[in-house]
């Protein structure tokens, strides 16, 4: 037997690899899948309030019922509320949305999940907006069972790794670059892009790295030394930087969205990919560095309806898929139509709904949502 940790360590490695090359992602997600204790996995996206999405990765996904997910099933999968509100990077599974009996009961199980043979999702937000969140999921089929406490530690282990390869990914695509002209493929991002060694000493920056420390608003350098200009953020770019010589798994978490500004001023953040591991030891020889530093602003999050009233009134993840489907819908039928479950079990959530919210009717409900409901919502 291989032990675990010699084969999570070369898993990191490739994880972090897929930012030189998006192609091993398939592979990747083949043995996280292995690794987490499934068959299947993907990176993918949902939208709640269009009802929709898009896989950007998959292992061993059936192409049919992924089609139909996002066709028809989107909007009846207790998840898709669920995980619009979910903390970033938590491993969560069906049991987190409602009680897995009542999963049992649902359309969507007895019409996706159940033929598939498949019986719950680990999976975790790898990043989220006002209208959509990004997800990383490992599919457990019966053999496997439920998802228990050891199915999410080994996520755990995992999901900070993928999450910073894909924000990463996002802004660097060096699909048909090579190494030699790594500095070249910087040099035309619109994200700051530092190259430093283990003193977090500036050997590289691209063009919008030097404008961002010649304002001398976010970052600046000492001694050549790259550093945070707000003095309440600390030294932890430096910090983290310096594990960067250990490599990927010495990194960990540390290295996603690292703060490089405090409130009230602009949300700034960087993400630090080592370059002492896998393909990118290259670059990392060629230019005597340990890390790649990738600065950018951090885009506005205003929380929907829906999570605000969630913290407010403690509402449960049943409770709230109940709620929104009122906002949409309304009438006790309707409801059990949309969200896949008996009209005896959305009578004792409204019950419920209307004793945490002091109300009476659904329309009271409807009329609380839209108090809720941010200015700044997208009209569809």
Same mark, same amino acid.
């Given at each position: 037997?291989?032990?675990?940790? *010699?084969?999570?360590?070369?898993?990191?490695?490739? #994880?972090?690899?897929?930012?030189?090359?998006?192609?091993?992602? !398939?592979?990747?997600?083949?043995?996280?899948?292995?690794?987490?204790?499934?068959?299947?996995?993907? #990176?993918?996206?949902?939208?709640?309030?269009?009802?929709? %999405?898009?896989?950007?990765? =998959?292992? %061993?996904?059936?192409?049919?019922?992924?089609?139909?997910?996002? *066709?028809?099933?989107?909007?009846?999968?207790?998840?898709?509320?669920?995980?619009?509100?979910?903390? +970033?990077?938590?491993?969560?599974?069906?049991?987190?949305?409602?009680?897995?009996? =009542?999963?049992? *009961?649902?359309?969507?199980?007895?019409?996706?999940?159940?033929?598939? %043979?498949?019986?719950?999702?680990?999976?975790?937000?790898?990043?989220?907006?006002?209208?959509?969140?990004?997800?990383? $999921?490992?599919?457990?089929?019966?053999?496997?069972?439920?998802?228990?406490? =050891?199915?999410?530690?080994?996520?755990?282990?995992?999901?900070?790794?993928?999450?910073?390869?894909?924000?990463?990914? /996002?802004?660097?695509?060096?699909?048909?670059?090579?190494?030699?002209?790594?500095?070249?493929?910087?040099?035309?991002?619109?994200?700051?892009?530092?190259?430093?060694?283990?003193?977090?000493?500036? +050997?590289?920056? /691209?063009?919008? $790295?030097?404008?961002?420390?010649?304002?001398? /608003?976010?970052?600046?350098?000492?001694?050549?030394?790259?550093?945070?200009?707000?003095?309440?953020?600390?030294?932890?770019?430096?910090?983290?930087?310096?594990?960067?010589?250990?490599?990927?798994?010495?990194?960990?978490?540390?290295?996603?969205?690292?703060?490089?500004?405090?409130?009230?001023?602009?949300?700034?953040?960087?993400?630090?990919?080592?370059?002492?591991? %896998?393909?990118?030891?290259?670059?990392?020889?060629?230019?005597?560095?340990?890390?790649? +530093?990738?600065?950018?602003?951090? !885009?506005?999050?205003?929380?929907?309806?829906?999570?605000?009233?969630?913290?407010?009134?403690?509402?449960?993840?049943?409770?709230?898929?109940?709620?929104?489907? +009122? !906002?949409?819908? $309304?009438?006790?039928?309707?409801?059990? *139509?949309?969200?896949?479950?008996?009209?005896?079990?959305?009578?004792?959530?409204?019950?419920?709904?209307?004793?945490?919210?002091?109300? /009476?009717?659904?329309?009271?409900?409807?009329?609380?949502?839209?108090?809720?409901?941010?200015?700044?919502?997208?009209?569809?």
């Amino acid at each position: 037997m291989i032990p675990e940790a *010699e084969i999570l360590s070369d898993l990191i490695g490739t #994880i972090y690899d897929t930012t030189l090359d998006r192609a091993l992602w !398939s592979d990747v997600l083949r043995r996280s899948a292995e690794f987490v204790g499934g068959s299947a996995a993907a #990176i993918f996206s949902k939208n709640p309030t269009a009802g929709n %999405g898009f896989v950007y990765y =998959e292992s %061993g996904v059936d192409p049919y019922y992924r089609q139909l997910y996002f *066709e028809k099933y989107v909007d009846l999968d207790p998840a898709t509320t669920g995980h619009y509100f979910a903390d +970033v990077g938590q491993p969560i599974a069906i049991a987190d949305f409602m009680p897995y009996s =009542e999963f049992l *009961e649902t359309r969507f199980y007895k019409e996706w999940v159940h033929p598939q %043979g498949l019986v719950d999702l680990v999976s975790a937000v790898l990043d989220k907006s006002v209208t959509s969140a990004a997800l990383f $999921g490992v599919f457990r089929y019966q053999r496997h069972g439920i998802v228990d406490d =050891e199915t999410r530690r080994r996520m755990r282990l995992i999901v900070p790794h993928i999450r910073r390869a894909v924000l990463i990914g /996002n802004v660097l695509d060096l699909n048909a670059a090579e190494n030699t002209a790594f500095a070249d493929t910087l040099s035309g991002l619109a994200a700051g892009v530092f190259l430093v060694d283990a003193g977090a000493r500036i +050997v590289f920056a /691209n063009r919008s $790295g030097e404008i961002m420390l010649d304002e001398g /608003n976010i970052l600046c350098q000492r001694n050549r030394v790259l550093t945070t200009v707000d003095p309440k953020v600390g030294t932890t770019l430096p910090d983290v930087i310096a594990l960067a010589r250990d490599g990927d798994a010495a990194v960990g978490a540390n290295g996603v969205a690292v703060p490089l500004s405090s409130p009230p001023g602009e949300p700034w953040l960087a993400h630090i990919l080592p370059l002492t591991s %896998g393909a990118r030891q290259h670059a990392g020889i060629v230019y005597s560095a340990v890390a790649a +530093v990738f600065v950018h602003q951090a !885009s506005l999050e205003t929380p929907s309806s829906m999570e605000t009233m969630s913290k407010l009134y403690r509402l449960t993840p049943s409770e709230l898929r109940v709620l929104a489907a +009122v !906002s949409e819908v $309304g009438g006790i039928a309707a409801i059990a *139509e949309v969200v896949g479950i008996a009209e005896a079990t959305v009578k004792t959530h409204l019950q419920r709904l209307f004793a945490k919210t002091g109300t /009476n009717r659904q329309t009271d409900l409807v009329k609380l949502v839209a108090t809720h409901t941010s200015p700044l919502r997208q009209v569809p």
